[in-house]
């Protein structure tokens, strides 16, 4: 319940006090009190709203410790002020906690990666390994970055609002990003035994269309809407009954959401050229096809080649690959992910290996092919992963690549 809940808390609590580190620990605070009091008291009819008030009550308590009685009544005159009830007849209002504290963390004096990483921290949940390798960075880096990105907001009192105008569109991309990566870490978690966390996806989802409607005229805000749309669709499919993956190939295409994938391409008729587009239009490609056979490869390469432009990155270079594997075959290939061994980043990403073993099956290179496996299985930190290439170590009759 608390990692369902815990950004919700988080931005409930700095909307008082202002200051998202304060705020994070007050979200501890509650689930403290929770451990405490729930096995006594037994656990309340609404667990979330128990939370969010217990740590709002804490925010208004330390602003009380902190000020005298004239400044707290002055301090709360301010807060009501500073963050009013949206007018029904404006748009650019959002009575969305969650959407000001994404901004907030992706304000301008932080760099790119600090907002990012500080947002994946506060909105995601996620520890800081899981964004060390989201980001294929290391840890201490992730860990310094949060820290200092938590000094910088509280040094230059960053206002806790949604941005209107040109600030708004200034740091849409930041924001963009973030949602992106929560709703990866939601559809591929980075470790633990769950394969997926829907809960991640749902909220990075949510965003995704609120940022939609309320930019109508950004085609990068309705590309990755359309993205996540398309990506969700088939989220119930990527894992059987055990938690055990389940690769494109081998899914039950009847099962994937239509109502998501017809979301997915009205929000795609309104989506420009951008990366996401780009990326919500491969999804399409597997959208449209009602079998695995069907699938347009050859859009799908030409896309990845068009985005490689667009966003060059080691992992889109390794997607493309297997794209063209699917076109001109595995040596193909294999010469491209070939190029990627010493690319930054990729020596510890369990993926290079997996699709290059599952190319080396299908050259007949079984050996080479069963080493590759061995070695994705012992770089990925996710359980269920572990055990799906382990098995492809053993048994080479199986596929196991898949277009990511």
């Known amino acids: 319940m608390f990692r369902i809940e815990r ?33 006594a008291d037994g656990v309340p009819d609404n667990p979330g709203a128990w939370l969010t008030t217990f740590a709002k009550r804490r925010a208004v308590d ?6 005298t009685y004239a400044r707290k009544l002055a301090e709360v005159g301010r807060v009501a002020q500073d963050v009013p009830p949206p007018e029904p007849d404006d748009p650019d209002d959002i009575d969305d906690d969650l959407l000001r504290l994404i901004f907030t963390a992706c304000h301008p004096v932080l760099s790119t990666p600090a907002r990012t990483a500080l947002t994946l921290r506060l909105l995601g949940g ?60 939601g559809h591929s978690a980075t470790s633990g035994a769950d394969l997926v966390r829907p809960g991640l996806c749902e909220d990075a989802l949510r965003l995704a269309r609120v940022l939609s409607a309320l930019m109508p005229g950004e085609g990068e805000a309705h590309g990755l809407a359309a993205l996540l749309e398309f990506q969700a669709s088939r989220l119930s499919t990527r894992a059987d009954a055990r938690g055990r993956p389940i690769l494109l190939a081998d899914q039950d295409r009847a099962r994937w959401n239509r109502l998501l994938i017809n979301r997915g391409m009205e929000s795609l008729k309104r989506a420009g050229e951008g990366p996401y587009a780009l990326q919500a239009a491969i999804a399409a490609c597997h959208a449209r096809a009602v079998r695995y056979e069907e ?9 990845y080649a068009r985005l490689l432009v667009a966003e060059p990155s080691p992992v889109v270079a390794l997607n493309r690959a297997v794209a063209v594997s699917m076109v001109d075959g595995p040596a193909a290939g294999l010469e491209l992910v070939d190029a990627l061994a010493d690319a930054p980043g990729m020596a510890d990403y369990h993926l290079l290996p997996s699709v290059r073993g599952d190319l080396l099956r299908r050259l007949g290179r079984e050996d080479e092919a069963r080493a590759e496996f061995a070695r994705a299985a012992a770089l990925t930190r996710n359980e269920s992963e572990r055990r799906l290439l382990s098995r492809y170590a053993a048994d080479m009759g199986v596929t196991a690549g898949e277009e990511q």
């Not at 202002?18 to 705020?23: E, K, S, T, Y």
């Not at 960053?158 to 600030?167: L, R, T």
Request: aromatic fraction near 6%; hydrophobic fraction near 55%; charged fraction near 30%.
């Open 7 to 39: 950004a919700r808390i988080i931005a409930a609590a700095a909307r008082v006090v202002r200051d998202v580190g304060i705020a994070e620990e007050l979200a501890q605070d509650a689930l403290v009190a929770a451990l405490e009091r729930w096995p």
């Open 62 to 67: 330390l602003v009380r410790r902190k000020e």
């Open 126 to 185: 996620l520890s800081t390994d899981e964004i060390a390798r989201a980001f294929l960075v290391s840890e201490p880096t992730i860990a310094q970055r949060i820290v200092r990105a938590k000094r910088g907001l509280a040094a230059a009192s960053v206002p806790f609002e949604v941005p209107y105008g040109d600030d708004r569109r200034a740091r849409l991309a930041s924001v963009l990003e973030v949602i992106y990566l929560i709703f990866n870490e």
């Open 295 to 303: 699938t347009d490869w050859a859009t799908i390469a030409s896309l």
